[in-house]
């Protein structure tokens, strides 16, 4: 299932500086295969929920949150190899 998506064009130029990865990247999430959790370590004012998913063979950390049939986009980053093992064994 793949969703719309949305992000804030500086939030996604900031990213690309922090991450060396585009928001827009989060258009290619296949959504079904999204291991997700709420983000609960403070009150963000909304339900942030943190999810790792593969996409384009690689494993990434997508923060985001549900706004109707749409799927803000926070932050999407590269899993490191705690993330990574962590995933694989939960998949």
């Given at each position: 299932m793949r969703f719309e998506i949305t992000f804030d064009p500086?939030?996604?130029?900031i990213n690309r500086i922090q991450h060396g990865v585009s928001l827009g990247l989060?258009?290619?999430?296949?959504w079904h295969d999204l291991?997700?959790?709420v983000d609960?370590?403070?009150?963000y004012?909304?339900?942030?929920?943190v999810?790792?998913?593969?996409?384009?063979g690689?494993?990434?950390?997508?923060?985001?949150?549900?706004?109707n049939e749409m799927r803000r986009i926070i932050s999407?980053?590269?899993?490191?190899?705690?993330?990574?093992?962590?995933y694989a064994t939960n998949v």
């Open positions: 500086l939030k996604d130029a989060a258009s290619e999430i296949a291991l997700p959790k609960g370590r403070r009150d004012g909304e339900v942030r929920e999810g790792f998913v593969r996409i384009r690689r494993v990434f950390c997508v923060v985001f949150t549900r706004r999407l980053r590269r899993a490191n190899k705690r993330e990574i093992h962590r």
